[in-house]
């Protein structure tokens, strides 16, 4: 079953403006990933925060965790044309597979 | 580029056809992973191998036949399939075992049409 939803499911921006997703979760996780897909590839690898994180930067790239609220977020600051893809929250518990989220479908006109 | 090579990118194929979908990794990576893509959906896990062995098979048809013939190559054999199996079929390896919940690495995918 699929445990992390996603919020916004689609998020149109201006370029240079931030862009935010929101997932949210129904069990204990061990850690949180973030991923990105561009139209018809693969997925990209983008971040991963553990349980006892709270906030975690990987350059223009800001995740939050709350656990108490059992959600993340991912915050693209100054957002570029090729940040437009797909972004997916996955979800890892302790004797279980990633579970994917919906996704958010981002598209950043230039 | 992607350090997880799948061919072949797109496949067409009918519903009496015999197809085989690959994938290659050379990291060293232990666990290797079938997912099936629809559009505007997110990866669905298909089958797990962890050391060359399966380890996780989530309901799959019998119509797909997974095969590990070693810790690089992971194959999906597919037969008689029908349109719905139509799909973006992504492999991915990670460094852990997959209970691990260690980071994924996706190839390309191959894009399967069945008609």
């Known amino acids: 079953s699929q445990q992390g939803e996603e919020d916004p499911q689609a998020l149109s921006i201006q370029e240079g403006e931030n862009a935010t997703m929101n997932c949210s979760y129904k069990?204990?996780?061990?850690?949180l990933q973030w991923y990105r897909q561009n139209s018809g590839r693969g997925l990209v690898h983008l971040i991963l925060?553990?349980?006892?994180?709270r906030e975690k930067h990987s350059g223009r790239l800001r995740v939050t965790l709350d656990t108490s609220k059992k959600s993340s977020s991912l915050l693209i600051t100054a957002s570029r044309a090729a940040d437009t893809a797909s972004y997916f929250c996955?979800?890892?518990?302790?004797?279980?597979?990633?579970?994917f989220g919906g996704g958010t479908r981002l598209m950043v006109k230039p | 580029d992607t350090e997880v090579t799948q061919t072949p990118k797109h496949l067409v194929m009918g519903m009496t056809n015999k197809k085989s979908l690959k994938c290659e990794q050379h990291?060293?990576?232990?666990?290797m992973y079938w997912y099936k893509q629809k559009a505007k959906k997110p990866p669905e896990l298909m089958f797990v191998?962890?050391?060359?062995?399966?380890?996780i098979n989530e309901s799959v048809p019998s119509r797909f036949s997974p095969e590990c013939p070693n810790s690089s190559l992971l194959n999906l054999h597919l037969h008689a399939l029908q349109p719905e199996d139509s799909a973006l079929y992504l492999c991915?390896?990670?460094?852990?075992?997959?209970?691990?919940?260690?980071?994924?690495?996706f190839g390309n995918g191959t894009r399967l049409t069945v008609t």
């Open positions: 191998y962890s050391y060359e062995k399966l380890s």
């Open positions: 990291m060293g990576h232990r666990a």
């Open positions: 991915a390896s990670s460094r852990g075992e997959g209970r691990t919940n260690s980071p994924l690495h």
């Open positions: 925060i553990r349980s006892n994180e």
């Open positions: 996955a979800t890892g518990n302790a004797g279980n597979m990633l579970t």
């Open positions: 069990t204990s996780i061990n850690n």
